[in-house]
C-alpha cells in the first residue's frame, strides 16, 4: 500500500522530535522538509530516519509502505524560507526556552503565508507567551508530542485566545490523518493535559513514601500491575463508568470517599531532602544511571509491542462495526 503525495510540511529543529515528525508527516504521504540552524543536525536526521522507519517496517507500523519510499518523501535544507515554501502546515522543534520560541516565531511569522499553520512542539509553554506580537498570531497553536509520537500517539493541541478556530480545526483534522490523536484544550493552562494527570500521579507517589505509607517499589509495583493494565485502553471517565453500574451510581457510591482521600492530599511537596535519597537510592538498585541507555531501549521495544496491539485492538473493533 502506498500512502498518496500530499502537502508540503516544514519541521524546524531537527533534533530527537523534528526527527520523529518527519517520519510521522512523511508516513502518512507528506512531503517532509526539515530545516535546523546547525546543518549537521539536518544531516543526522535525514540518517538517523532510515533505521527507525525500518524498525517500524519490521513491525509492520508502516501500514505496508517501504521505509525507503517513505525516507524520499524527506529532504533537508540550511534555509528557513526555502523549507517554509509552500508548506500548509510548519511543526518548530527548537529547545524548550521561550525566549527561543519567541526568536523562532518571530522568524517564521517573516516568512509565512497568510494560510499556513504555525505550530509549537513545546511540552509546556502556552502559546500566548512567544506569539502576542506577531502578524500571523491567529495561524499559531502548540501541538505537544508525547516520545517517542509513533508508539504514543497523543497530541495535545492548545491555541491562544487569538487562534483562529479554523486553525484547531484544520491541525486536528491534520494531526488524525497522519495517525496520531489530538485532544484540544479550550484554553491555555500549564502543564496542559496530560502533565497535569501526570504531576497529580508523581505527587501523591511521592506523599506516600514520604509519609511513610510504602516504599517506592511498592508505588511503581501498584501503578504498573494495578491502574496502568486498563489505563492503556481505556481513559479514567470510562473506567468509572464501567467499575459500577455507570457513572452516576459510581459516583453516589464512591464520590465523598474520593473527596475524603482528596481532602488529605495537599500541599504539594518539595520534590527533594530525604525522601529524593529514599526514591533515587531505590531506582538506582532497580536501573543504575549508567544502564539508563539500554532500559530506554527495552522501554521502547515494548511501547512498539504495545502500539502493535493496539492497532490489531482498533482494526478488530473496525471490522466488528462494519464486518
Ligand atoms: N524530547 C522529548 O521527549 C519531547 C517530547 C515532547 C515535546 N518536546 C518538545 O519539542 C521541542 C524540541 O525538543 P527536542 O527534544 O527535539 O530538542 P533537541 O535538543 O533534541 O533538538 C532541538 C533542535 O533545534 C535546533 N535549533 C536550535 N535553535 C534553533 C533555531 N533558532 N532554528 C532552528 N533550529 C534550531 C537544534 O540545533 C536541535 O537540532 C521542545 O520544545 C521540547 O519541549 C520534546
Given at each position: 500500500?502506498?500512502?498518496?503525495?500530499k502537502?508540503?510540511?516544514?519541521?524546524?529543529?531537527?533534533?530527537?522530535?523534528g526527527?520523529?515528525?518527519?517520519?510521522?508527516?512523511?508516513?502518512?504521504?507528506?512531503?517532509?522538509?526539515?530545516?535546523?540552524?546547525?546543518?549537521?543536525?539536518?544531516?543526522?536526521?535525514l540518517?538517523?530516519?532510515?533505521?527507525?522507519?525500518?524498525?517500524?517496517?519490521?513491525?509492520?507500523?508502516?501500514g505496508?509502505?517501504?521505509?525507503?519510499?517513505?525516507?524520499?518523501?524527506?529532504?533537508?535544507?540550511?534555509?528557513?524560507?526555502?523549507?517554509?515554501?509552500?508548506?500548509?502546515?510548519?511543526?518548530?522543534?527548537?529547545p524548550?526556552?521561550?525566549?527561543?520560541?519567541?526568536?523562532?516565531?518571530?522568524?517564521?511569522?517573516?516568512?509565512?503565508?497568510?494560510?499556513?499553520?504555525?505550530?509549537?512542539?513545546?511540552?509546556?509553554?502556552v502559546?500566548?507567551?512567544?506569539?502576542?506580537?506577531?502578524?500571523?498570531?491567529?495561524?499559531?497553536?502548540?501541538?505537544?508530542?508525547?516520545?517517542?509520537p509513533?508508539?504514543?500517539?497523543?497530541?495535545?493541541?492548545v491555541?491562544?485566545?487569538w487562534?483562529?478556530?479554523?486553525?484547531?480545526?484544520?491541525?486536528?483534522?491534520?494531526?488524525?490523518d497522519i495517525?496520531q490523536?489530538?485532544?484540544?484544550?479550550?484554553?491555555?493552562?500549564?502543564g496542559?493535559?496530560?502533565?497535569?494527570?501526570?504531576?497529580?500521579?508523581?505527587?501523591e507517589?511521592?506523599?506516600?513514601?514520604?509519609?511513610?505509607?510504602?516504599?517506592?517499589?511498592?508505588?511503581?509495583?501498584?501503578?504498573?500491575?494495578?491502574?496502568?493494565?486498563?489505563?492503556?485502553?481505556?481513559?479514567?471517565?470510562?473506567?468509572?463508568?464501567?467499575?459500577?453500574?455507570?457513572?452516576?451510581?459510581y459516583?453516589?457510591?464512591?464520590?465523598?470517599n474520593?473527596?475524603?482521600?482528596?481532602?488529605?492530599?495537599?500541599?504539594?511537596?518539595?520534590l527533594?531532602?530525604?525522601?529524593?535519597?529514599?526514591?533515587?537510592?531505590?531506582?538506582?538498585?532497580?536501573?543504575?544511571?549508567?544502564?539508563?541507555?539500554?532500559?530506554?531501549?527495552?522501554?521502547?521495544?515494548?511501547?512498539?509491542?504495545?502500539?502493535?496491539?493496539?492497532?490489531?485492538?482498533?482494526?478488530?473493533?473496525?471490522?466488528?462495526?462494519?464486518?
Amino acid at each position: 500500500m502506498e500512502a498518496e503525495t500530499k502537502e508540503r510540511i516544514a519541521i524546524v529543529g531537527s533534533g530527537l522530535i523534528g526527527r520523529c515528525w518527519a517520519m510521522l508527516f512523511a508516513r502518512a504521504g507528506y512531503f517532509v522538509s526539515i530545516y535546523d540552524i546547525d546543518s549537521e543536525q539536518v544531516k543526522g536526521a535525514l540518517a538517523a530516519t532510515l533505521p527507525m522507519l525500518l524498525d517500524m517496517e519490521s513491525r509492520d507500523l508502516l501500514g505496508g509502505q517501504k521505509a525507503s519510499d517513505i525516507q524520499k518523501q524527506i529532504q533537508g535544507t540550511n534555509q528557513l524560507e526555502e523549507a517554509m515554501q509552500g508548506a500548509i502546515h510548519v511543526q518548530e522543534c527548537v529547545p524548550e526556552s521561550v525566549d527561543l520560541k519567541k526568536r523562532v516565531f518571530a522568524q517564521l511569522d517573516e516568512h509565512a503565508s497568510d494560510t499556513v499553520v504555525l505550530s509549537s512542539s513545546t511540552s509546556c509553554i502556552v502559546p500566548s507567551l512567544f506569539t502576542e506580537g506577531l502578524k500571523h498570531r491567529s495561524q499559531c497553536i502548540v501541538a505537544h508530542p508525547v516520545n517517542p509520537p509513533y508508539y504514543i500517539p497523543l497530541v495535545e493541541l492548545v491555541p491562544a485566545a487569538w487562534t483562529n478556530p479554523d486553525v484547531v480545526r484544520r491541525t486536528r483534522a491534520l494531526m488524525a490523518d497522519i495517525g496520531q490523536a489530538p485532544v484540544t484544550l479550550n484554553k491555555e493552562v500549564n502543564g496542559f493535559i496530560l502533565n497535569r494527570l501526570q504531576y497529580a500521579l508523581i505527587m501523591e507517589a511521592w506523599r506516600l513514601v514520604e509519609d511513610g505509607v510504602c516504599s517506592p517499589e511498592d508505588v511503581d509495583t501498584a501503578m504498573v500491575e494495578g491502574l496502568a493494565p486498563r489505563y492503556s485502553f481505556m481513559g479514567i471517565f470510562e473506567t468509572m463508568h464501567l467499575n459500577a453500574d455507570g457513572m452516576k451510581d459510581y459516583c453516589e457510591r464512591y464520590g465523598a470517599n474520593i473527596k475524603t482521600v482528596c481532602e488529605t492530599q495537599s500541599p504539594a511537596r518539595d520534590l527533594s531532602g530525604r525522601t529524593l535519597s529514599v526514591v533515587d537510592d531505590a531506582m538506582q538498585r532497580k536501573v543504575p544511571v549508567s544502564g539508563l541507555g539500554d532500559r530506554r531501549k527495552w522501554r521502547d521495544r515494548r511501547l512498539a509491542a504495545l502500539a502493535v496491539h493496539k492497532m490489531m485492538m482498533k482494526k478488530e473493533e473496525a471490522k466488528s462495526i462494519n464486518p
